[in-house]
């Protein structure tokens, strides 16, 4: 299993905004692509990660190319409340739990 991690700043007072995207958006489009096996989201201030765990790097590669994928990226772009976008970072998973 692989964990991408991608990392963006939002305007502080565009938490909610941001927030409401993901549930509406992001999420559901993560589980619509073939591979996907769960996400976190978590902020610090202005900071953002979005954690999304995959079978393997063949579903990261589909998730990137996917219509849906850059879609939903071409939104949250339009939305006005990215900063600044930090990249990604793909890691394998090697020990994981995972409780109901």
Known sequence: ML?????CRIKADRAPDYEAFARHHSIPMFRRQQGYRGCIMAR??????VLTLWADQA???????SE???ATVAMIRAQGF???ELGTRVTVVH???MTP
Not at 3 to 7: A, D, L, S, T
Not at 44 to 49: K, L, P, R
Not at 59 to 65: F, G, M, Q, V
């Open 82 to 84: 990215l900063i600044d």
């Open 44 to 49: 610090a201030g202005d900071h953002c990660e």
């Open 3 to 7: 964990q991408r991690v991608w990392r």
């Open 59 to 65: 579903a990261i590669d589909a998730l990137e190319r």
């Open 68 to 70: 849906t994928y850059v």
């Open 95 to 97: 020990d994981a739990e």
